[in-house]
């Protein structure tokens, strides 16, 4: 399973719906800009339903976040009953295999307190993996 950005095939979609949260002085993250880009598995026979969010601050990676929406069944189906992979598919979690910072504990906790509660975006995410998927 290869992780692709979604800017890579839909740039002017990206660059209008990519969520943003500014953060001010005295948080326990720097304040400025914290970018949630999106990345999908560019595999056409998976239905993962999941997403690598690249939380992007001062234009490094500071987090990865794996999230998959759907219930857990949905990923214990997916994975042929494994609980354990079941487990790291639903999300929002600090993806295994994504990028790690001093910051991704609080980045991550930053994600759930507001990209969790954010309809929109979360509606969006799956709109965005739907579009990528189509396209492959």
Do not use: Q
Not at 30 to 41: H, I, L, Q, R, T
Request: hydrophobic residues 40%; positive net charge; proline residues 4%.
């Amino acid at each position: 399973m290869m992780m692709e950005v979604f800017v890579n095939r839909f740039p002017e979609t990206a660059e209008k719906e990519t969520r943003c949260v500014i953060l001010p002085e005295g948080n326990p993250l720097p304040a400025g800009s914290y970018y949630m880009a999106e990345s999908f598995c560019n595999d056409k026979k998976c239905d993962c339903r999941r997403a690598f969010i690249n939380v992007v601050y001062d234009n490094k990676i500071v987090a990865t976040i794996g999230f998959g929406w759907e219930d857990l069944a949905f990923y214990r189906k997916w994975a042929h009953g494994d609980k354990d992979i079941a487990v790291h598919m639903k999300g929002p979690i600090l993806e295994l295999t994504g990028i790690h910072t001093k910051y991704s504990e609080k980045v991550l906790l930053l994600f759930k307190e507001f990209m969790m509660h954010d309809k929109v975006f979360l509606e969006r995410l799956k709109k965005h993996y739907k579009m990528f998927k189509e396209a492959l």
